[in-house]
């Protein structure tokens, strides 16, 4: 029999979870609410739950009027251009740190922390004067760059943390079996980090989908704009046209959804496995 003291801390906990949940996806359920909301009812029905009457017109009218398409490409190039090569480069750095003892090594970490303590905001301006005489200006691949090199330092940080929770003497018993050092990697550690690879994936993925101040500050033509840039089309000087705005921003989390659908076998184990040595 359950004793009353454990049965409401049990419901206590439940609620706290459903509270939390609720919060979470209340601003979903609100974008989808008023994606879906015509335009004479959105200021005229006042506050509502559900419109009285529902219409896929704004979806329409991203997806066939608009530039939404491009900004949607544009961002998908960016994002998983940027995952994946943050995802290998950092392996590679995390793993040189968490194996290696080399000259300098400390400070190398310590550049790499420095990168993270600084505002984006300070740094926009000495970006693009180096970009500008490159051409890398108003170019998707000036923004990967950018992303790539913001993005590098912390997920190296953090494959370090799942090859640290990989116990040496698997690499060591492979060499002494006739492996080298690349097939023992190859082999035995990369499989074993397919979690903390994927968890960096994902990471970096979202931060790219997302990022909005170099994208602004660095791309000044429709043609590299990306998804975060392309929102603030469907404002104009005197008004915001909330249902098309709405509508596009449901449409872009589709991808993330699926790539974390994609993803999610591999990214519980790495977020929990990172923190912990093995």
């Known amino acids: 029999m359950i004793r009353p003291k454990r049965l409401g801390m049990t419901i206590a906990h439940r609620a706290a979870i459903l509270v939390y949940v609720a919060f979470a996806l209340f601003p979903l359920?609100?974008?989808?609410?008023?994606?879906?909301?015509?335009?004479?009812?959105?200021?005229?029905?006042?506050?509502?739950?559900?419109?009285?009457?529902?219409?896929?017109?704004?979806?329409?009218?991203?997806?066939e009027h608009s530039d939404f398409p491009l900004f949607f490409r544009n961002s998908m190039?960016?994002?998983?251009?940027?995952?994946?090569?943050?995802?290998?480069?950092?392996?590679?750095?995390?793993?040189?740190?968490?194996?290696?003892?080399?000259?300098?090594?400390?400070?190398?970490?310590?550049l790499m922390l420095l990168t993270q303590m600084f505002p984006l905001v300070m740094l926009i301006a000495p970006i693009f004067k180096m970009l500008s005489p490159l051409g890398l200006t108003n170019s998707l691949s000036g923004l990967i760059l950018v992303y790539v090199a913001f993005n590098v330092p912390f997920a190296t940080f953090l494959m370090?943390?799942?090859?640290?929770?990989?116990?040496?003497?698997?690499?060591?018993?492979?060499?002494?079996?006739?492996a080298t050092r690349f097939m023992a990697?190859?082999?035995?550690?990369?499989?074993?980090?397919?979690?903390?690879?994927a968890a960096t994936l994902g990471f970096v993925f979202t931060a790219a989908w997302s990022e909005l101040l170099f994208a602004l500050m660095l791309i000044s033509g429709v043609d590299a704009s990306t998804f975060p840039v392309g929102l603030l089309s469907f404002?104009?000087?005197?008004?915001?046209?909330?249902?098309?705005?709405m509508a596009a921003g449901v449409l872009a989390l589709i991808p993330a959804c699926i790539f974390f659908l994609l993803i999610q076998r591999y990214l519980v184990q790495g977020l929990t496995a990172g923190a912990v040595k093995g």
């Open 77 to 110: 190039i960016v994002s998983v251009s940027t995952a994946f090569i943050v995802t290998i480069l950092s392996s590679i750095g995390g793993y040189a740190l968490s194996r290696f003892t080399f000259r300098g090594k400390f400070w190398i970490v310590g």
């Open 235 to 245: 404002v104009s000087k005197f008004s915001v046209d909330f249902g098309q705005m």
């Open 185 to 197: 990697f190859r082999q035995i550690i990369l499989p074993l980090t397919l979690p903390g690879m």
């Open 29 to 63: 359920y609100w974008l989808v609410k008023v994606s879906v909301t015509p335009n004479d009812l959105l200021y005229s029905e006042g506050v509502k739950m559900w419109p009285s009457r529902a219409t896929l017109d704004h979806f329409a009218f991203v997806l």
């Open 160 to 178: 370090q943390s799942f090859f640290d929770g990989i116990p040496k003497d698997l690499e060591e018993a492979a060499m002494i079996d006739g």
